[in-house]
Every structure is written in structure tokens, then in C-alpha cells.
């Protein structure tokens, strides 16, 4: 049974900042990709950011420059380190993580969420 737990959510000012944890628990052969999505209320998830096993990262225009992913992968947490907090940042964050639970099975996990709120 894999797990991801967040961390890290909360309320900021606007111009402040937040860094977000999730730390994978389980068994497995192998993370791939870890990602953040958030979603803000009455819209669709979205894709945040992205960080390969290598280290590639890929993001969302609105939060580049802002925000940056890192992963550890002896602690098997990806980290989302969030400047400049804007208010339309406000949404639930949630973390997702591509796992090889063996060498054949590419499974996708979801975190429970973790709300980030930006007043202005």
C-alpha cells in the first residue's frame, strides 16, 4: 500500500512564502514522475509543476519564477517551495506521484490535499 502524506499548507500574505512536503510511504520498485497539482474552488485540477526521477523540472506559467520542485529521493519527498504567494494561488495543492510498484505495474498515487490560502 503506497501512501502520499502532505505537509506545509496554510494561510500567508500576499508576497510571503510556503513550502509544501510530501513524503511517500510503501513499498515499490520505483518513483517516476512526482507532481503538484491545485485546485482551486469551483475549477479543475491543474498541473502545478513537475519533477522527473533525473531531476527535469517543467511549470505551470503562472507560477514560474515563483515556485520550485525538488524531490529527495532517499526520503522519497517532493517538495514544492512557493515565493511571491499571489491570491488567485489560493487552492487545495495535492501531490501525485507515478510509481512502478514492480517492473511491469506503473500505478498513479494521489495525496489527501493541502490547502494554501493567500490573503491580500
Known amino acids: 500500500q503506497v501512501q502520499l502524506v502532505e505537509s506545509g499548507g496554510g494561510l500567508v500574505q500576499a508576497g510571503g512564502s510556503l513550502r509544501l512536503s510530501c513524503a511517500a510511504s510503501?513499498?515499490?520498485?520505483?518513483?517516476?514522475?512526482m507532481n503538484w497539482y491545485y485546485q482551486a474552488p469551483g475549477k479543475q485540477r491543474e498541473l502545478v509543476a513537475r519533477?522527473?526521477?533525473?531531476?527535469?523540472?517543467n511549470y505551470a506559467v503562472s507560477v514560474k519564477g515563483r515556485f520550485t520542485i525538488s524531490r529527495d529521493n532517499v526520503k522519497n519527498t517532493v517538495y514544492l517551495q512557493m515565493n511571491s504567494l499571489k491570491p488567485e494561488d489560493t487552492a487545495v495543492y495535492y501531490c501525485?506521484?507515478?510509481?512502478?510498484?514492480?517492473?511491469?505495474?506503473?500505478?498513479?498515487?494521489w495525496g489527501q490535499g493541502t490547502q494554501v490560502t493567500v490573503s491580500s
Open positions: 510503501g513499498s515499490w520498485f520505483r518513483i517516476s514522475d
Open positions: 519533477i522527473t526521477s533525473g531531476g527535469t523540472t
Open positions: 501525485n506521484a507515478d510509481i512502478w510498484i514492480n517492473d511491469r505495474n506503473l500505478k498513479n498515487y
